[in-house]
């Protein structure tokens, strides 16, 4: 079982739409929780971080982290085509700098 | 730019050769992650540094995959006598002394292995 799941999708929406996207985890010391973009060959870009449970809002991005159920979700509002891209979970835990990816969710958004 | 440089963006090496890929990490900046990604596959950790201090290689494979972080200059992974497998994206990330986790990567290497 790999320490972090995520739908490959491909997942394919319309314009305007809210998209919602999910990893689940396995290891209970992760703490630091990280959405990142990556535009077809390009580096990740970090999106959203988060420590420990809870929200957080950053314009149309919203990340959320449930620790006890061991599941992240990152939702993007009125979805736009420049939001087409792969986009990773990653997480680590406390003193631990590298990083557990997941295996990243291909994103399409529709005009 | 101030952002976290890589270069080459593409290599192509033949079996048997050895390729040195280049890390400059963010202004400011004083821990090098090196990461590769395998086609249809996330980012798998390698090895992190710091200057001249290898922290954490237990993503490295056991041969032919060396790092360095220099005092001077930029971190280097070299592997060297390629095989067709070494082929893939690697990324570095560099993060802050006081924000180790929060990492910023580059735009990548391409390694192309003939």
């Known amino acids: 079982q790999k320490e972090v799941e995520q739908d490959p999708g491909p997942l394919s929406v319309p314009e305007g739409a809210i998209v919602s996207l999910n990893c689940t985890y396995s290891n209970s010391a992760f703490q630091y929780f990280m959405w990142y973009r990556q535009y077809s060959r390009k580096g990740p870009e970090l999106l959203m971080y988060t420590y420990s449970s809870g929200n957080k809002e950053d314009g149309r991005f919203t990340a959320q982290v449930d620790k006890s159920s061991k599941y992240i979700s990152l939702f993007i509002r009125d979805s736009q085509p420049s939001d087409s891209a792969t986009y990773l979970c990653a997480m680590s835990a406390q003193g631990a700098q590298k990083l557990v990816f997941g295996q990243g969710t291909r994103l399409t958004i529709n005009p | 730019n101030a952002g976290v440089m890589q270069n080459p963006r593409h290599l192509v090496r033949r079996r048997g050769q050895e390729a040195r890929l280049r890390c400059s990490p963010m202004?400011?900046?004083?821990?090098v992650y090196w990461y590769r990604q395998l086609p249809e596959e996330g980012l798998k950790f390698m090895v992190y540094?710091?200057?001249?201090?290898?922290?954490?290689e237990s993503g490295m494979p056991k041969e032919r995959f060396s790092a360095e972080f220099p005092k001077e200059g930029p971190s280097i992974l070299r592997i060297q006598q390629v095989v067709r497998g070494d082929s893939a994206a690697y990324f570095c990330a560099s993060s802050g002394t006081n924000a180790k986790n929060i990492q910023y990567f580059g735009a990548g290497t391409r390694l192309s292995v003939l």
């Open positions: 202004k400011g900046h004083s821990h």
């Open positions: 540094l710091q200057k001249e201090n290898i922290i954490d």
